[in-house]
Nanobody, 125 residues
Framework: QVELVESGGGSVQAGGSLRLSCTASGNAAGSDCMAWFRQAPGKEREGVAAIYRASGGTYETDSVLGRFNISLDNAKNTVYLQMNSLKLEDTGMYYC??????????????????WGQGTQVTVSS
């Protein structure tokens, strides 16, 4: 059963914008926190932004602060990542994730136990 389905990736020139969407179902729809990660070629996967379902509180990593915005539509069980002023270094595969508990050794102290299939974002000059 696919619990997280992403869409919205594509190719864009530097300075442009894209909006990613991730629709949750099943266990993912009841998660406390959802997030976007990305992985560039040859690099480790990194957390980009997270949102807490109950409070609406958000977190964005320093490299995207002021450019990316994460939001959640609870009625649609969909989390969005609005990406503006895109840079070449934003290129990578973007993954949606949902929490399945706590893990002090993981990003934000959360166990990201449910993952989407990923959507490619390519930024060119």
């Amino acid at each position: 059963q696919v619990e997280l389905v992403e869409s919205g990736g594509g190719s864009v020139q530097a300075g442009g914008s894209l909006r990613l969407s991730c629709t949750a179902s099943g266990n993912a729809a009841g998660s406390d926190c959802m997030a976007w990660f990305r992985q560039a070629p040859g690099k480790e996967r990194e957390g980009v932004a997270a949102i807490y379902r109950a409070s609406g509180g958000t977190y964005e990593t320093d490299s995207v602060l002021g450019r990316f915005n994460i939001s959640l539509d609870n009625a649609k069980n969909t989390v969005y990542l609005q990406m503006n002023s895109l840079k070449l270094e934003d290129t990578g595969m973007y993954y949606c994730a949902a929490d399945t508990g706590r893990d002090s050794g993981s990003w934000l102290g959360i166990r990201w136990g449910i993952w989407g299939q990923g959507t490619q974002v390519t930024v060119s000059s």
